[in-house]
């Protein structure tokens, strides 16, 4: 094949393949538009290992000499297979072709093989559907490469900027332009031009994927469950089966929970980032652990329809019955701390535990401070709506 037509073959490659692709899942993703406005739930976060295959034809552009003196524009191709570390970062090999017309027609064509791993930074696929540019992923690729030119390896790096836009409402399709610079490290060992060879690409990137998931549609089929009517009483688009705040509004990834700062709340309980810390012996709280407390308040007043059971446990040290009167004084305090600070009797209750259920070993000093503690239960109970 002449290399003099290669511009004009790949421009026409580029459109093709562009068609190809909008065309081939438009009926597919019509009908998923529609599953979607019935179900209108935000995707689910990336998950570790997610595989998406790209490819990039383009031209190639030389912007230095002596490659810019001996041959014209070209073209290109290359493909990816990037795996998902998290949500903003893929990891994956690539490889490049790259072939350029001499001027000459005498002359043999400049031709380069490029291989190597990628890290891809991006806006994550999975954006809210009512982020107003969830649409939109620009990226950016870095990439350390073995080159062969010719009969010669050289090392090279490249540097790559794009913007994806989904095809489709399940975005398994994803299309838009990109840049790429590649640098070429030369060396005069082998008799051959020292200059290092600086090439631009320019082209359209198809990436091709998992569907996302939703978070309603995965969590019913893994009940194996209809959801197309969850409720979703704080309208933050997660049903309230899996809301592990359904009374407030919270983000995906948070499980439908307002973000705290010393406390994460999971299905079954309130989980403390910090300690309660109660005087040597006593049931008295001490002041550092004002703002921990302070903020279950603001979390149970969030949620009118968590009740919670307080959860007091003690080390080993000291007779039994000194144990369960400290642990159920202390449970007791945290208590009437929350109800002081507005939060009804009603929704409160209080347990000690003694030493019977240690979270670590009482033979060290370090397992047993960890023993005196004070847990949170949360109960989930259902408000009357008024329909009863």
């Known amino acids: 094949m002449n290399l003099r037509h290669l511009p004009a073959l790949l421009a026409k490659f580029v459109i093709v393949g562009a068609a190809l692709l909008l065309l081939t899942p438009t009926a597919q993703a019509q009908a998923q538009a529609q599953e979607v406005k019935k179900q209108p739930r935000n995707p689910v976060p990336a998950q570790l290992g997610d595989f998406t295959l790209i490819i990039q034809p ?29 949500k903003y970062l893929d990891l994956g090999p690539s490889l490049t072709f790259i072939g350029l017309p001499a001027h000459n027609p005498q002359a043999a064509a400049g031709t380069a093989w490029t291989f190597g ?44 900027a794009g913007l994806a836009m989904p095809v489709g409402a399940s975005r398994t399709f994803w299309l838009g332009p990109f840049a790429r610079y590649l640098h070429i490290f030369q060396d005069d060992s082998n008799g051959f031009d020292d200059h290092d060879a600086k090439i631009l690409s320019v ?54 929970c307002p973000v705290y700062k010393k406390i994460v709340i999971k299905r079954d309980k309130l989980e403390l980032r910090e300690k309660i810390q109660f005087d040597w012996d006593k049931a008295t709280l001490k002041e550092e652990s004002y703002p921990v407390l302070d ?32 642990s159920e004084q202390r449970a007791e305090a945290v208590l009437d701390y ?48 008024g329909s009863n």
């Not at 552009?61 to 998290?86: E, F, H």
């Open 58 to 86: 383009g031209l190639a552009i030389p912007l230095s000499a002596p490659q810019s003196s001996l041959y014209n524009i070209g073209g290109g191709q290359t493909i990816k297979g990037l795996w998902t570390l998290n």
């Open 117 to 160: 791993p990628s890290l891809r930074v991006k806006r994550p696929h999975d954006m809210p559907d009512n982020d107003k540019y969830y649409t939109l992923s620009p990226w950016m690729d870095v990439e350390a490469l073995y080159v062969r030119t010719g009969p010669v390896n050289r090392p090279g790096f490249s540097a790559a």
């Open 203 to 256: 082209g359209v990137s198809l990436e091709m994927g998992s569907s996302i998931k939703r978070e309603r549609q995965a969590e019913a089929f893994a009940a194996g469950e209809d959801c197309n009517e969850c409720p979703d009483r704080d309208g933050d688009g997660i049903p309230d089966d899996i809301d592990h705040c359904p009374d407030v509004a919270g983000p995906m990834d948070n499980w439908g």
């Open 295 to 326: 903020e279950v308040v603001v979390a149970l007043n969030d949620n009118k329809a968590f009740r919670v059971q307080v959860d007091g446990h003690a080390s080993a040290e000291g007779t039994d019955d000194h144990n369960q009167t400290l």
């Open 338 to 385: 929350l109800a002081s600070h507005g939060i009804s009797r009603d929704r409160l209750v209080s347990k000690g535990f003694s030493s019977s259920e240690p979270l670590a070993s009482n033979t060290t000093e370090e397992g047993r401070e960890t023993n005196r503690r004070v847990e949170f239960v949360v109960y989930f109970i259902i408000l009357n709506d």
